[in-house]
């Protein structure tokens, strides 16, 4: 079983926007039984919220099931359950990094690194950018990469 979680700041906009391409993904190849997968957010904000409307219109134009998902804040536990944490940007990077201080931790990575030829790193916070659509297009890539990454790694 492979165990993928997805982490921004707040878990409403980016983090459950990737949960849901990446299950949606996933499940169209066929390998639902091959893995868990689950986002988080590095604040506490919004624990216990729905995606963002954004996250949620962007989600609903593409038929990509969202259903179920709600915001917590990540855990300890967490960097030592999953084996691919998966930041949007430098600064969940950053921040999971302190979280795991010098403890055995699974990978931890930015998604758009998953990406070799793309400009950007870093998957622009669309809480305050607004711009729904850039970000849908930068974590449909990322995610697509990642699987075939993951795929390759685990002989899936
Ligand atoms: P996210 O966006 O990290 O992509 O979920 C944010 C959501 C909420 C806040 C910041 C970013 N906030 O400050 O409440």
């Not at 983090?15 to 689950?38: C, Q, T, W």
């Not at 963002?52 to 989600?59: S, V, Y």
């Not at 804040?73 to 691919?84: K, N």
Request: with cysteine.
């Amino acid at each position: 079983m492979v165990k993928v979680l997805f982490v921004c700041l707040g878990n409403i906009c980016r983090s459950p926007m990737a949960e849901a391409i990446f299950r949606d993904l996933v499940k169209k190849e066929g390998l639902e039984e091959n893995f868990v997968i689950d986002s988080a957010g590095t604040g506490n904000w919004h624990v216990g919220k729905p995606p963002h409307r954004g996250t949620q219109e962007i989600l609903q134009k593409h038929a990509i099931d969202f259903s179920g998902i709600r915001a917590r804040q990540i855990s300890e536990e967490d960097l030592r359950t999953f084996d691919y944490i998966i930041a949007m940007d430098m600064e969940n990077l950053g921040n999971l990094r302190r979280l795991a201080g010098y403890n055995k931790v699974g990978f931890i990575g930015r998604l758009l690194d998953f990406v070799l030829d793309s400009d950007l790193t870093d998957v622009p916070d669309p809480y305050y950018t607004g711009n729904f659509e850039e970000v849908y297009e930068l974590i449909q890539k990322g995610c697509r990469h990642l699987l075939e990454t993951i795929k390759k790694e685990k002989g899936l």
